[in-house]
């Protein structure tokens, strides 16, 4: 039984405990919260023995052995070290935090401890990405990859009327690019490594945050390019694709593959598509549970050098718009 500690009480880590309560291996003991009115709020909805306030004494707390973290992306960094420099794993949101020089430092806490260490990007453990990538040779060689995630956000009404949400806010490390745009460049990276070439384009808001953008990645040895679009200030509904020369893929939600067809271009279409559970969370904290118990110290997947690819190139999409954090 993995025991767990819990960073952050939002819908994220309510959807988290959901999907990790279908695992008999995960136990839920511990919570941190800045103030102990919301810390024991989340307790006593979800069952939680014991509330902490001071991180410290919440990372050397005997009563868990792996915390996920779902605060702020600001404080990703430092609360994971403290953790893992208690001897505790780390399960951490994406991105992982707020630029390279911050998750280099949480690699080496995590080496140096010799702790397991992941970020928490779900839709690469799902079974449809991984039918994706198993069926990848059949379009023949990729010369495009395109991914999309535009979606509204319920907090860009009150920055409308004059309100800094945490979302638009880039004390937190926020903003369309960390908070919606990762979910289109970590499938990117874990197919096709990092790219040779970045032009980056955004929207930047008055409160010194992206709230739309688009990048062009070029992959000049293996003749592909990805484009890739993403915001919290319009909604699209367009599909995934990855386009090669005898076919294209074509999976419906970049952040979860729910429906993956192979359209060929003779015409004939092929179904990928897998059963999986409903919340796709379930297969990262599955994922995580699994190493723990192995005693691996990362992902193979969500691996260390796959993280630290995919904030390269959100450095420097950041650089191109001029979107620079307190963090950095």
Known sequence: MIRFGIIGTNWITEDFINAARRIGDFSLTAVYSRTEATGRQFADKHDIANVYTDLEQ??????????????????HAEQAIACMNQGKHVLCEKPLASNEQEIRRMTEAATSNGVL????????FTP???????????????????????QYSSRYDMYKRGEVPNAFNPVFSNGALMDLGVYCIYPLIVLFGEPERIQASGYMLDSGVDGAGSLLLGYQGMGMDAVIHYSKIVDSYASAEIQGENGT????????????????RDGSVEDLTQPQEDNAMYYEAL?????????EKESAVNSHANSLKVIRVMDEARKQMGLVYPAD
């Open 128 to 150: 449809n990405f991984k039918v994706i990538q198993e069926n990848l040779h059949k379009i023949g060689p990729v010369r495009r990859y395109f991914g999309s995630y535009c």
């Open 249 to 264: 893929i074509v999976f419906d939600k970049i952040s979860r593959p729910d429906k993956v067809h192979i359209r060929y």
């Open 58 to 75: 919440f990372a050397s707390s005997p009563e868990w052995d792996a915390v996920y973290i779902a605060s702020p992306n600001s404080f």
């Open 117 to 124: 260490l992941m970020e928490a990007m779900k839709s690469t």
């Open 287 to 295: 994922e995580f549970i699994e190493l723990v118990k192995k005693g």
